[in-house]
């Protein structure tokens, strides 16, 4: 009966060796997916001010200015001035269509009832 409760003790604590070896990996490979996200989000991060940067960088007013000047010709770009802005009162807003009644209710009938 002692040698069973041994060997069997002996066995349970092999299993346990062995999940702990495989949590032990599963573990570590688990961080290092997580270490190369961090790596992937921080490149993605850098390189999206890189090109705010850039975009920044293209779109100077003054290059911008240049751009419309040698390209009147074909696309007759003007410089924008404060008289091309118009007034708030000035803007008209479209008027939405009243819907039509279509099942009428009679009103004064329901009054009359109910005094």
């Known amino acids: 009966m002692r040698s069973a409760f041994l060997v069997l003790t002996a066995v349970f604590v092999m299993v346990l060796a062995i999940w ?6 599963e573990t570590q490979a688990e961080l290092r997916e997580v270490r190369e996200l961090r ?3 921080a ?3 850098e390189r999206a001010s890189v090109l705010r940067a850039e975009w920044a960088y293209l779109n100077r ?4 200015a240049d751009l419309a000047d040698m390209n009147f010709d074909r696309l007759g770009l003007l410089p924008l001035r404060p008289s091309h802005f118009g007034y708030i009162d000035q803007i008209t ?4 269509p009243v819907a039509p009644i279509s099942v009428p209710i009679e009103v004064m009938l329901r ?4 005094e």
Do not use: H, K, S, T
């Open 20 to 25: 702990a070896y495989r949590q032990n990996y």
């Open 39 to 41: 790596d992937e989000i």
């Open 43 to 45: 490149d993605l991060r």
């Open 61 to 64: 007013p003054e290059r911008l």
């Open 93 to 96: 807003y479209p008027v939405e």
């Open 111 to 114: 009054l009359e009832a109910g």
